[in-house]
């Protein structure tokens, strides 16, 4: 389709083959980088933009510091007149990036409800506090019969929603249930400096937000790390999980199962994530992309990176990538008496499938599932998820 050449939003149009911005008629002079920003913001309204996207748009052949993103901004919100009209056109999410808030109007076809306002319809944040006093922050999206993910590696609410990474899963769930997901203790929006953290409290994490949701009886997805969490809430609380789905999940950390060459590599990498967490380095990058999703195209690749700055710290992500290895949840798997539904790529390199038939084999009745993928985490495009889809409305009594 081919980009409208201009748009109008408020009182303003945006023409874009000019590269003039105007008001009422009146030409508002901007600096080519902060008409260049507008552009990009504008054209990608009511999608989260990242400060590492503007950078590589915006400024494609020159190396600059993040405060000139920063200065830009600054510019353009006073072009705006944000400031004294108290209309926000660009919304700021904190250490991620930025989106245009405002309904526009594309080759004369109004959005009535920008992708912005339609998106905080859909995920509404809320915060809630343990018992220990972590306040976590969790998202409420959809409608229908109660769905709540466990948490897992590396999340953040805000930003994960607009990744390619994440995008499908949320959609599609939300389009049958009411979707609730979280970010655990030390990730994400929720409190990051926490000194208690452990498998234990990861489950605690669990209870508190769906207590805070109003949940009685719901289904329960554990992804990954997610899964332990999930199996050992359902077996404390088997009276509120009607049905349990454990994806590319595993029950054993490799602290106990490993040989002392993996966790020889285990230790590096753990040393790796403390000096390079944050940086931008594509080799970095591709250390975790290769293990997650070795089919990444550069957008992938590029949000999987930008994940990893925005959810955690180094320090952080070290110190829960060791939690993980403790991990050990095996005694409890012929206690599972719900309906479980275990699914598993075949060629998972970050879990190897070998855990997902640990799993299906230990727990009583329980269903296995095999994806033709290399992928951790399925891709929109992949076959396989469609395959994924058709087993969850299978599973789960979808109309």
Request: aromatic share 8%; with cysteine.
């Amino acid at each position: 389709m081919e980009t409208p050449a201009s748009y109008r939003f408020g009182p303003f149009l945006l023409d874009v083959r000019e590269r003039r911005l105007s008001r009422a008629g009146t030409v508002i002079p901007l600096r080519i980088k902060v008409f260049d920003t507008l552009r990009v913001l504008v054209e990608h309204a009511g999608r989260l933009v990242t400060k590492q996207e503007l950078l590589d748009t915006v400024w494609p052949d020159t190396v600059v510091e993040e405060n000139n993103i920063t200065h830009t901004m600054s510019v353009l919100r006073k072009a705006l007149g944000e400031s004294a009209t108290g209309q926000q056109y660009v919304e700021t999410v904190p250490r991620v990036g930025y989106r245009f808030a405002a309904p526009i109007e594309r080759a004369d076809e109004l959005v009535a409800s920008s992708a912005a306002q339609q998106i905080r319809a859909r995920q509404e944040l809320r915060y809630c506090t343990t018992s220990d006093g972590v306040r976590l922050a969790y998202a409420s999206t959809g409608s229908g019969p109660p769905l709540v993910k466990a948490s897992n590696w590396l999340t953040h609410l805000d930003f994960e929603w607009g990744s390619p990474i994440w995008r499908h899963w949320w959609a599609e769930l939300s389009a049958r249930h009411r979707v609730i997901r979280y970010d655990e203790r030390g990730n994400g929006m929720s409190e990051r400096d926490v000194a208690n953290v452990s498998a234990e409290t990861w489950v605690q994490d669990l209870e508190t937000v769906v207590d805070a949701a109003g949940l009685d009886r719901f289904s329960l997805l554990g992804i990954s790390r997610g899964g332990s969490i999930a199996i050992a809430y359902a077996v404390k609380h088997p009276e509120r999980v009607s049905h349990l789905v454990l994806y590319g999940a595993f029950a054993v950390g490799l602290s106990h199962t490993g040989t002392p060459e993996e966790l020889e590599a285990r230790r590096a990498l753990v040393s790796l994530v403390r000096l390079g967490w944050g940086v931008n380095n594509p080799a970095f990058c591709k250390v975790f992309t290769c293990r997650f999703v070795p089919d990444a195209t550069p957008q992938h690749e590029q949000w999987f990176d930008e994940l990893q700055r925005v959810s955690t710290s180094a320090e952080n992500a070290a110190r829960l990538m060791e939690i993980d290895g403790e991990i050990d949840v095996r005694a409890l798997l012929p206690a599972v008496k719900v309906p479980t539904l275990v699914v598993h790529c075949d060629r998972d390199r970050a879990v190897l499938p070998e855990h997902g038939r640990l799993l299906a084999a230990a727990i009583p009745g329980a269903r296995y599932v095999s994806l033709p993928s290399a992928n951790h985490l399925v891709m929109e495009e992949e076959p396989a998820w469609q395959m994924f889809l058709n087993e969850l409305a299978i599973f789960l009594n979808w109309d």
